[in-house]
C-alpha cells in the first residue's frame, strides 16, 4: 500500500488534537530546531524535535548536543539565517502594525472621545449664542494652542542653525592712513569698519549705547517679549516691521541675516538671538554689534563713527560724544546734525534723553549729567574720505612701503584692517602742493600748448629717513602716474655733489698707474666751456669718433676755479673731468651709498658725472640729506608705525648707516651753501639760517631742478614734460623751466618752505 502525501505537506492538526500516532504536539526549541535527525541504534532515524524521548537518549542530552552544535564550533555546520524580507513588505508590515495599534487605541478611547468631543456649534442654542463656546471650550482650545505653540517653538529652536560665515558686510574692514600728527588723512576700502575690543571703548560709552537701545540688555534672553509685541501690533499698523529688538538681535541682524523687514526673517532673528544669548557672552554680542552696526557717513562700527564725526579714536571719547553716537543707531539720516537743521534739533533731543537715561539707570551720576549741558559740536563732514588727488598719491606710497616694512602680503593687506600711521606732515604737503598748482596755473596761461605735458615732481625727506610730504601729480584718479617717485628724466648738474663727494673721498689719478691724489675744496681745475675730457691716454672718443666736451651754462668759461667755487657756480666742464680722473665706478657707489638707487645710474661714461642719470625727486631729496646729516644715510620711508584692530603689527625701520666721511660731507654742504648764497642773495641774507641748496639743468633742456637743504630736510622740484600717452621719452621744456635767474622749480622749492629759515 503507497502512502500519498498531499501537497504542502502533511496538514498540523488543530490544537488538542493528536498530529502524529505515538506523541503528542509539542514546541520545537530555537536551539535545536535546525540540527539534523540522528540514527537510533537500530540504524533508523528519529525526527529531529518530535522523536520519542528514548530513540537516542534523553531529551535533556539532545538538548545539550544541539548546543554543542552552534556554529563556530569545530565539527558543526553553521546555521542559515532566514532572508530579510523587501522594504516594501517591512514598510507594509509596519503600516499595519500601525492601524491595528490606532485601532486598538480607538476602540478603547472612543467612548471616553465621544463623551468630551465639543458640541460645536452648541446644541439646544439658538441664533449668535450657538457659536458662543463653553468656557470648557474655550479653555481647551487655549490649552492646545499653547501646546501646539510651545512645540513649534521647541521644534524652531531645534531647527535653527547659527551660520559659520558672517556675511560680507560684518567681515570686510577698510584701512585708514593718518597723517604724521595721528590725524585722519585717507581710507581705502569698500567699507569703512574698524574691529575694536570691547575694553577699547570707555564703559560710559558703552552704557550710553545700552540706555539708548536695550537697557536690560544683560539681563534679558536676547529677545523682548514686549518689543516682539510692539513690534508686530507696529507692523499690522502701518505694514512693515518695526522696532523690538534688543541688541542681541540686532546684532543677529547686523552680521547673520539680511535687512529684508519680512516675517520670515523676524522669526528666524528671534530664534537665532535666543540660540546666540546662549553660545556667546554678552560682552562678546555687544562688542561684535558695536563693530557691525550702520552710524552713517559711510561707516560701520563705533571706532569709525568716532573718527567720521569727532576725528578721533573711540578710546577718547567721553559720555557726552558717545550718547550721539548711540542716537545715530536710531537712524542715521535722521540724526547726522551736518544733514540739516530739523535733524540736529531731533540729534540734541535724543542725546539729551540718551543721558537722562543713564542717570535712571545709574550708570551716570547726576553731577556728571549737569556737566553735559552743551550738545558736543560734530565735524561737518567724514575727514576719511578720499579726495582723489594728492591723498591717493600719498596712500599709494605708504600702502607699498607698509606691505614691506611689515611684511604684509596683498592677500592679508586686501582683507583691511589695518591703521597706517605716516609720516607725512599735512602742513608741508599742503604748502607744496599749493605752490606747484600756481606753478601749472601759470604755464597753462603763459604756454597752454607746451603746458599740456608739463610734470612737477617735488618731495621733502627729513635728515633722519622721514617722508615728509611729495607732490604725485594733479589728481590720482586721472593720472596714476606718481611725479615724485619716477625715474624717466636726468639729473643734470643737480648730480654734482656726489661726483664732488666721490672725489674727496677717492682721489683723483692723474696717471694710469699711479697712487690716487687726494683733493680738497681748494684743488683747481679747468673751468673753460666746451673742453674735452681727457684720461692718462689723452682726449676721450665716444663711439661716433668725437672728443667728449661738456658745456657750461651760458656757454661761460670759468678758467682755473676750485672745486667748491665749481660746484657753487654750477661749472659742468669741471665735474665732467673730475668724475673721469675719480673714476666713473666710484662716482656710481658713491651716489648709492648716498641714497640714489642703482637702478637709476647711468651708464659708466663721462655723461654720468655730467647727470645722466635719472633718479626720482624722492630719492634725490634723500640723497642730499645725507651731507646735511654728516655723512649718514637713512633709507627714506613713510611709515611711523601700523595696527591692526588696534593692535601693533611689527614694522623695520631703516636705521642710520655711515655713507661717506663727515669731513666729505661737511665740504659738500659748505659748497651747496654757498651755491644757494650765490644765486640767491638776496633770499639767503632774509632766511638767516642754515639753508643749502642746488639749481640742475639738462643738456637739451629735458628738465629742470632745484634740491636744497634748509632745517635738516631736503626737498627736491624737478619740473618736464612727457607726453604719457605716447611714450616715456622726455620732450623739451619750451621754456616752462624758468631761467638761471627765474628758475621755476627754485620758486617752487621756495614757496614750499616759507617762510625759509
Request: proline content about 6%.
Amino acid at each position: 500500500m503507497q502512502l500519498r502525501v498531499p501537497e504542502g505537506g502533511i496538514p498540523t492538526a488543530p490544537s488538542g488534537e493528536p498530529s502524529i500516532p505515538g506523541g503528542g504536539r509539542r514546541e520545537i526549541s530555537d536551539d535545536i530546531a535546525d540540527i539534523p535527525s540522528e540514527p537510533d541504534e537500530a540504524g533508523r532515524t528519529a525526527p529531529s524535535g518530535d522523536s520519542p524521548t528514548t530513540a537516542s537518549g534523553s531529551r535533556a542530552s539532545r538538548r545539550a548536543d544541539a548546543k554543542a552544535a552552534l556554529p563556530g564550533r569545530p565539527g558543526t555546520r553553521r546555521r542559515r539565517k532566514a532572508p530579510k524580507s523587501a522594504p516594501a513588505a517591512r514598510l507594509t508590515a509596519a503600516v499595519t502594525a500601525v492601524t491595528a495599534a490606532t485601532a486598538a487605541v480607538v476602540a478603547v478611547l472612543g467612548p471616553w472621545l465621544r463623551r468630551v468631543r465639543p458640541h460645536y456649534p452648541r446644541p439646544g442654542r439658538t441664533g449668535w449664542k450657538r457659536w458662543v463656546p463653553t468656557w470648557r471650550q474655550a479653555g481647551g482650545a487655549a490649552l492646545a494652542s499653547f501646546g501646539l505653540s510651545a512645540l513649534t517653538l521647541t521644534v524652531a529652536y531645534a531647527a535653527t542653525d547659527i551660520p559659520e560665515n558672517l556675511n560680507s558686510y560684518a567681515t570686510q574692514q577698510d584701512t585708514v592712513y593718518f597723517w604724521a600728527d595721528g590725524t585722519p588723512m585717507a581710507r581705502a576700502g569698500w567699507v569703512q569698519r574698524q574691529e575694536m575690543e570691547l575694553g577699547d571703548v570707555p564703559e560710559d560709552v558703552r552704557w550710553a549705547v545700552l540706555a539708548a537701545e536695550n537697557e536690560s540688555f544683560y539681563s534679558d534672553p536676547g529677545i523682548s517679549a514686549k518689543g516682539l509685541t510692539r513690534a508686530i501690533l507696529r507692523t499690522f499698523g502701518q505694514g512693515s516691521t518695526q522696532g523690538g529688538s534688543t541688541i542681541t538681535q540686532q546684532y543677529v541682524k547686523n552680521v547673520y541675516l539680511s535687512q529684508e523687514q519680512t516675517y520670515s526673517r523676524k522669526f528666524t532673528e528671534a530664534m537665532m538671538a535666543l540660540k546666540l544669548d546662549n553660545k556667546m557672552s554678552k560682552d562678546e554680542i555687544l562688542e561684535g554689534y558695536l563693530n557691525t552696526s550702520w552710524f552713517g557717513r559711510g561707516t560701520y562700527g563705533i571706532q569709525r563713527a568716532a573718527q567720521a564725526y569727532y576725528g578721533k579714536d573711540v578710546s577718547e571719547l567721553n559720555a557726552s560724544e558717545g550718547a550721539f553716537l548711540a542716537t545715530l543707531l536710531k537712524g542715521a539720516g535722521l540724526y547726522d546734525p551736518s544733514l540739516g537743521a530739523a535733524n540736529r534739533t531731533r540729534a540734541q533731543e535724543r542725546w539729551s534723553w540718551t543721558l537722562d537715561r543713564m542717570v535712571k539707570i545709574g550708570k551716570l551720576s547726576p553731577e556728571e549729567r549737569a556737566g553735559y549741558r552743551t550738545f558736543p559740536k560734530t565735524l561737518e563732514s567724514n575727514p576719511l574720505y578720499n579726495t582723489g588727488e594728492q591723498s591717493d598719491y600719498l596712500v599709494e606710497l605708504a600702502t607699498q612701503h607698509a606691505k614691506k616694512a611689515a611684511g604684509i602680503s596683498d592677500k592679508d593687506f586686501d582683507r583691511g584692517g589695518y591703521q597706517i600711521y605716516t609720516t607725512f606732515d599735512k602742513k608741508r604737503v599742503d604748502q607744496l602742493t599749493k605752490a606747484v598748482g600756481a606753478a601749472r596755473d601759470k604755464a597753462r596761461k603763459d604756454n597752454p600748448k607746451a603746458a599740456k605735458h608739463v610734470h612737477y615732481g617735488a618731495a621733502s625727506v627729513a635728515v633722519d629717513g622721514r617722508i615728509l610730504a611729495i607732490h604725485g601729480g594733479p589728481d590720482h584718479r586721472k593720472q596714476g602716474y606718481n611725479e615724485s617717485n619716477a625715474t624717466t628724466v636726468p639729473a643734470g648738474s643737480a648730480f654734482q655733489p656726489f661726483v664732488y663727494a666721490a672725489a674727496l673721498e677717492h682721489g683723483v689719478r692723474k696717471s694710469r698707474d699711479g697712487a690716487p691724489e687726494p683733493v680738497t675744496g681748494e684743488t683747481v681745475y679747468v673751468g673753460d666751456d666746451k673742453v674735452p675730457v681727457t684720461t692718462p691716454e689723452g682726449p676721450y672718443w665716444d663711439r661716433s669718433g668725437r672728443k667728449v666736451a661738456a658745456k657750461n651754462d651760458g656757454g661761460r668759461s670759468y678758467g682755473q676755479i676750485s672745486l667748491h667755487r665749481a660746484l657753487a657756480n654750477s661749472v659742468n666742464t669741471t665735474f665732467m673731468q673730475l668724475g673721469l680722473d675719480t673714476g666713473l665706478d666710484k662716482v656710481r657707489a658713491t651716489a648709492q651709498d648716498a641714497g640714489l638707487l642703482r637702478s637709476s645710474l647711468g651708464a659708466q661714461v663721462p655723461a654720468l658725472a655730467a647727470g645722466s642719470s635719472t633718479p626720482s625727486a624722492i630719492r634725490m631729496a634723500s640723497g642730499y640729506t645725507t651731507f646735511a646729516a654728516e655723512g649718514r644715510h637713512t633709507e627714506p620711508y613713510t611709515i611711523l608705525k601700523v595696527t591692526r584692530n588696534g593692535h601693533k603689527v611689527a614694522t623695520d625701520t631703516p636705521d642710520p648707516r655711515r655713507a661717506m666721511d663727515a669731513g666729505t660731507a661737511a665740504e659738500v654742504q659748505s659748497a651747496l651753501t654757498d651755491a644757494f648764497r650765490t644765486a640767491y642773495p638776496e633770499t639767503a641774507a632774509k632766511a638767516g639760517g642754515e639753508v643749502a641748496g642746488k639749481r640742475g639743468t639738462t643738456e637739451g633742456d629735458t628738465a629742470a631742478w632745484y634740491v636744497g637743504t634748509e632745517k635738516k630736510v631736503s626737498t627736491a622740484v624737478v619740473v618736464y614734460r612727457i607726453d604719457l600717452a605716447k611714450s616715456l621719452e622726455p620732450l623739451p621744456l619750451e621754456g616752462l623751466g624758468g631761467t638761471i635767474a627765474d628758475s621755476v622749480p627754485y620758486g617752487i622749492w621756495s614757496e614750499a618752505l616759507r617762510p625759509l629759515g
